[in-house]
Every structure is written in structure tokens, then in C-alpha cells.
């Protein structure tokens, strides 16, 4: 599969601009073609989390200055993508599309016809509120979903990739939907964390795979040495100067991501190197 639709979802924040200049550079190196989404939560979509907390006058309050924020947030957001625009090709930048609204809805009516979905890592004071987005991108729009962290240059390459690997539905996703970046990659390392046997024995299976498409991979299986498999693969990571991991997110039980002890959550959360993931 050829990339030829990138969507990045901006937020009218700081990050929005280097995140739609990051995401430019890899539509032109792909010949694909980058449009933004920006997710307006008005007063009707805002409400279904109140519940029944405030008064009917509390809540009309409330829900004005959710409106206000959104208001705000879509000026920063267009202003972001029309600095973008101003320098950009145009074969390679499309149109910013403002959906009003729930994010669910939007991610599945956006997101499920493209090819690769483009977000920032989380980050700073709103790093809960960029997971908890990250989280419905990856499981609504059902695409490879590529996180870029805001400091990373346009011009840094995604040329150094790392593979985790656990046998998973998850994992064979990402591992599908990051092969035209890994085709791209000057080198790509599948590793396996964990004690499973048969999973790492997969590791030469993986290989065949990927040689089948035109990727040399090296592998590698990980010892623990009673750290988690999230700091496992991060200092692995870190240690071989990746660009960016492939694995797939969001495959453990729904009590583990509520109380934030997933890995998926702990790799989001501790990296400063891009990850592509498909839940």
C-alpha cells in the first residue's frame, strides 16, 4: 500500500504548526497528498460529560465557555494551517477540514479514508486530554496512526526503525500499515520483549515477512530484568537512536488503560521518538 492521504489532527495549540510542517515533509516524500482536521466541540457535543454535576444555569455557563475555548481554538488552528499554506507545494497540501462536533464521529468520518493519521505526542499540561485523543484516533478511524513529537524538525528523517513485536492482532496491523515507511527506512530492527518463546520465535518469521517486501530487519529479543515491557523497549529504543517504533496500542484489558498501567500509555507517555501504532 502506497500512502497517499495524510491527515493530521491539529488542536489550536503551539504544537499545530510544527506538527503540519512535520507531516508536509513526509507527504512530499511520499507523493501523498496532507490534509488537517480540526475537531470543534460546540455546546451540544460539549454537554455529555456533565451529566448532572451543575444546574441548568451552571451548566448554560459551562457549556458558553466550552464554545468561547472551541471559538479560539479554530482561529489558532486556521491561522496555524495558513501559515503552512503560505510556503507549501500545492499538489501536496489539501484543505483543513473544521468538524463541529464529537471526536468519535470525526475520526470516523475522516480518518477512515486515509492512509496514515498524523498526531502529536503527548506533551506537557495536556498530555492526559492528547492521549485520551490519540486513544479514539487509533480505535475509530482503524488507520496506522503516526505520533510525531511538536520539537522534532520537518527535516529529521524516519530513516532508523525498531519493531515491537508480540505476535499480536495489534502488532501485525502496525507492522502491516508501517510498510511504507519501513521500505523507506535504512534500517529496521524487530525485537521481542517479554519471556513468551513462541512469540520470540516469531521474530524470524517477522523477518521473512518483511525481506518478502523489500526490508532487511535484524533481530533481537529483549530481556526484562524485572523492568516493564514499556521501559524495556523504550531503553532499547533509546539506546539504538531509532527514529521511530512500530507496535501496536491499545490491546490490554480496559481496566489497565483506565488507571494509566498499560503499556501503551507508559511508551506514549515516556519517549522523545516518533511511534507508529495501530490498534
Given amino acids: 500500500m502506497e500512502i497517499k492521504r495524510i491527515l493530521t ?23 501523498a497528498r496532507l490534509d488537517a482536521l480540526f475537531v470543534r466541540r460546540n455546546a451540544a457535543s460539549g454537554g455529555d460529560f456533565l451529566g448532572d454535576t451543575f444546574s441548568t444555569y451552571g451548566m448554560e455557563t459551562v457549556l458558553e465557555a466550552l464554545d468561547d475555548a472551541a471559538a479560539e481554538a479554530s482561529v489558532r488552528a486556521h491561522e496555524a ?24 464521529a470525526a475520526l470516523a468520518q475522516e480518518g477512515r479514508l ?6 502529536a505526542l503527548p506533551d506537557g499540561d495536556s498530555a492526559r486530554h492528547q492521549l485520551s485523543a490519540i486513544k479514539i484516533a487509533a480505535c475509530e478511524s482503524g488507520r496506522p496512526l503516526l ?38 527506512a535504512s534500517s529496521v530492527k524487530a525485537v521481542h520483549a517479554g519471556t513468551d518463546h513462541e512469540d520470540a ?29 514499556a521501559r524495556t523497549l523504550i531503553e532499547a ?34 519517549t522523545d521518538f516518533a511511534i507508529l501504532m495501530v490498534h
Avoid: C
Avoid at 489532527?9 to 507523493?31: C, K, N, Y
Avoid at 521473512?208 to 530481556?223: C, I, P
Fill in 9 to 31: 489532527v491539529i488542536e489550536g495549540s503551539e504544537q499545530d504548526e510544527p506538527l503540519l510542517r512535520q507531516a508536509l515533509a513526509l507527504a512530499v516524500r511520499h507523493d
Fill in 81 to 104: 494551517f495558513e501559515r503552512v499554506a503560505d510556503d507549501a507545494p500545492p499538489s501536496h497540501l489539501g484543505r483543513l477540514a473544521e468538524f463541529v462536533g464529537l471526536p468519535e
Fill in 114 to 119: 486515509s492512509d496514515l493519521v498524523v498526531m
Fill in 147 to 184: 505520533l510525531l513529537p511538536a520539537r522534532r524538525s520537518p527535516e529529521a528523517p524516519l530513516d532508523k526503525a525498531m519493531i515491537a513485536w508480540d505476535g499480536s492482532l495489534e502488532a501485525s496491523r502496525a507492522v502491516a500499515g508501517s510498510l511504507p515507511l519501513l521500505e523507506m
Fill in 201 to 229: 520465535a516469531q521474530l524470524s518469521r517477522l523477518a521473512n515477512y518483511l525481506d518478502r517486501h523489500g526490508v532487511t530487519a535484524s533481530t533481537e529479543t529483549l530481556t526484562i530484568d524485572h523492568r516493564s515491557i
Fill in 237 to 270: 529504543a533509546s539506546a539504538a537512536d531509532i527514529d521511530f517504533l512500530v507496535m501496536g496500542g491499545f490491546g490490554a484489558p480496559g481496566w489497565q488503560y483506565a488507571l494509566g498501567r498499560d503499556d501503551t500509555t507508559a511508551l506514549l507517555k515516556g
